[in-house]
């Protein structure tokens, strides 16, 4: 089975800060792209603020040539103002998140939203299921 899956910015800031003990199954999730063809997918924003992050902690230039490598892997959901709206009047706990997780939600043959950060996407209108990187590798050798 081909997986199609929604990445999140702790993962792609486990592999540019190489943030142990994270960043094999972050960098995992990415391999699983060009060994399997798996299909990797992000928001504008969440490459913005891995980019800022990615910068503040390490270095520019480092941080663009990740990014850089990122853009090769991903490809882009934009989000709507719909789910901006949305995601503000439904006072969400934590709603950059919240947005993230219904920009994913729209492309409707996501498999996963991937993230480690699991306790913020608890939303009660949503079918996508959220992994972490470790949760997912497992569910992937077992169904492979």
Known sequence: MAYKLFVDSDIFLDILLIREPHFSDSVSILHLRAEYKVELYTSPTIILNTNYIAQKQ??????????AEILKTV??????????????NNKHRDVEDGVQYFTALQNDSLDYYITRNIRHFDFKNGNLPVATPS???KIFTQNS
């Open 75 to 88: 490809e882009i959901i934009e989000t709507t103002k719909e789910i901006l709206v949305n995601c503000f």
């Open 135 to 137: 949760q997912f590798l």
């Open 58 to 67: 390490n270095n520019r230039a480092k941080a663009l040539k990740g990014i």
